[in-house]
């Protein structure tokens, strides 16, 4: 019971190892994986070598093929292409398995000794990151050499070997369990390198081992089927056309494996190399057999699959991709995304503002008021989002703009609050009573909603891009409009006392509008303090020293 528990325990330290290197790839080259991928769709060779690579950093076909699905969900580019790009990464992930089917033994607690002293020393850093990374890779080694000492005892076991003896040679059912195994571990590598150390040590015949490979290869293709079926169509055409080939590519193994078992007899003395080496030339067949049809199979999978209907595409699409959770910095990117859409509702409810001021529309009103509650909503659902992304796989970079993007939403949800506020306020207080503004009144408003649209552009610009003399200027239109404001409130209590009628009967709504206006401007213009508190543009207050020298 005790070596069953080890053996376990072994194979549960291999997966989370494979799982740390996976976050802490992810986190280190995030951003340049999606770039490289995006800039490889030119030709199939570069796409299966951009995906080889990639994979090999991650240790995860199934997280690039989250990326690239993505990529193929919002039509940036045909499914063929990106199938190209999971051929080259499922052989990405099968170089990794020869690589740690190797004796590293030597080098597992240099690996972890070394990482956790990056780690710790210098945590939120690049260079902690990398350490978190080679925890990782240590873990691994370590955890195959567990599973080694665990297997050892199993395998002198009489009881043991009576029981291996009885199984049955069904290769369709070990095509299954390897498939379940590496659905349940969501780590085919993590499966594969497992097999082989069993087999290694007796405890699987070297028929029963290259079944679950197969099998093993074709889970890998499940897990991105299962992750993306919450998705769209267009989204789930390529790990469907991935599912595809490696289906495909598994016919062909069950038909030619006992073939194949003779020829990796020959060639190679360990069980272990004649495991991994079956995985590495069973990626590297079906990538040279079906890299000429991605693009039949991406045409199948949109026949499969087509585009939702014109009546369907009416209802936007969020940008909140639950897929692009596994991939932190693609999940920051559609966040940002949808923040900028609900910056463009905020927008439409601010002007139509002034309309409903000038025209009395209540009608229209009624539906600016109702917009507050799509912008509540999109608050709640980007804030719900980012709580699920991994903050441990973000890069410095990727933390700040999850910060930014947090910001952004509360103020676009507190500008839509006071918007709600003045049109109620304008309800109540001009329309339902027949007021008007004078002449001179409404003019101030106009110039200082026309400014306040202006600001609002300028927020989403740098929000956007993030472009530090933008934000300096949004933070000067802040001293401006609070001058403005003083200015117009000033010029209408100078009305009141020449006694005309209009400004007297709307004073009340005249100083409230001015005031949520200036308010309205004071959360746009707070979008630029995390841009320039990060450059280091901000003082520590706006008291100058000799002022604050007097006040002692």
Not at 158 to 166: E, G, Q, S, T
Not at 212 to 226: K, R, Y
Not at 455 to 482: C, I, P, T, W, Y
Not at 506 to 524: A, F, M, P, V, Y
Request: hydrophobic share 50%.
């Amino acid at each position: 019971m005790t070596h069953l528990l080890n053996l376990l325990a072994a194979i549960a330290l291999l997966v989370w190892g494979t799982h740390i290197v996976r976050t802490g790839m992810l986190r280190v080259f995030g951003e340049n994986l999606r770039h490289v991928l995006a800039k490889s769709f030119g030709s199939r060779p570069a796409a299966l070598l951009a995906g080889l690579g990639v994979t090999s950093l991650v240790q995860s076909s199934t997280a690039t093929c989250l990326i690239v699905a993505s990529f193929v969900g919002k039509g940036l580019v045909p499914a063929g292409a990106a199938l190209a790009v999971m051929l080259g990464a499922d052989v990405g992930t099968a170089l990794m398995a020869v690589v740690f089917s190797f004796d590293l033994s030597w080098l597992s607690p240099l690996l972890i000794f070394s990482g956790v002293v990056m780690f710790i020393s210098r945590q939120a850093t690049g260079v902690g990151r990398v350490g978190r990374v080679l925890i990782g890779l240590g873990l691994i080694t370590l955890a195959l050499q567990l599973i080694v000492g665990a297997t050892k005892p199993m395998t002198e076991s009489p009881a043991v070997r009576a029981l291996l003896a009885a199984l049955p040679n069904e290769l369709l059912l070990e095509v299954v369990v390897g498939a379940v195994l590496t659905v349940l571990s969501y780590s085919s590598l993590a499966i594969v390198l497992l097999t082989a150390t069993l087999a290694e040590q007796g405890l699987l015949p070297t028929p029963v081992a290259l079944g679950l490979v197969v099998g093993a290869n074709v889970g890998s293709g499940l897990l991105a089927l299962i992750a993306t079926s919450g998705d769209g169509p267009l989204t789930r055409r390529l790990p469907l056309g991935n599912l595809v080939f490696k289906l495909l590519g598994a016919l062909l193994a069950v038909a030619l494996l006992p073939q194949a078992h003779v020829l990796l007899q020959q060639a190679l003395g360990t069980v272990a190399e004649q495991v991994v080496v079956f995985h590495l030339g069973f990626n590297v067949v079906l990538a040279v057999l079906f890299i000429a049809f991605t693009g039949v199979v991406g045409r199948l999978t949109e026949r499969w699959l087509p585009a939702p209907s014109a009546h369907a595409a009416g209802r936007r699409n969020s940008h909140l991709d639950p897929v692009a959770l596994a991939t932190p910095s693609l999940a920051i990117s559609g966040a940002a995304r949808e923040a900028l859409h609900q910056a463009d509702v905020v927008e439409t409810m601010l002007r139509g503002v002034l309309p409903v001021l000038r025209d009395n529309d209540l009608e229209l009103a009624e539906r600016l008021r109702q917009m507050d509650d799509t912008v509540d909503d999109l608050y709640s659902a980007i804030k719900f989002y980012l709580t699920q992304i991994s903050r441990e796989a973000l890069s410095e970079r990727e933390g700040r703009r999850w910060t930014d993007i947090v910001s952004f939403t509360i103020n676009m949800e507190q500008i839509g609050d006071c918007i709600e506020r003045v049109l109620l306020d304008i309800e109540d207080k001009k329309i339902r009573k027949g007021r008007r503004f004078s002449d001179a009144g409404m003019a101030e408003v106009c110039h200082l909603h026309e400014r306040l649209l202006s600001n609002l552009r300028l927020g989403m610009s740098v929000f956007l891009d993030g472009h530090v003399r933008d934000a300096q200027k949004l933070l000067e239109e802040k001293a401006r409009f609070r001058d403005l404001e003083h200015e117009y409130a000033a010029n209408h209590i100078a009305r009141l006392q020449d006694n005309t009628a209009t400004s007297i009967e709307t004073s009340s709504l005249h100083l409230d509008l001015l005031s949520e206006l200036k308010r309205i401007n004071s959360h746009i213009c707070s979008i630029a303090y995390p841009i320039l508190e990060s450059k280091g543009a901000l003082s520590a207050t706006r008291l100058r020293p000799s002022q604050l020298a007097d006040l002692d």
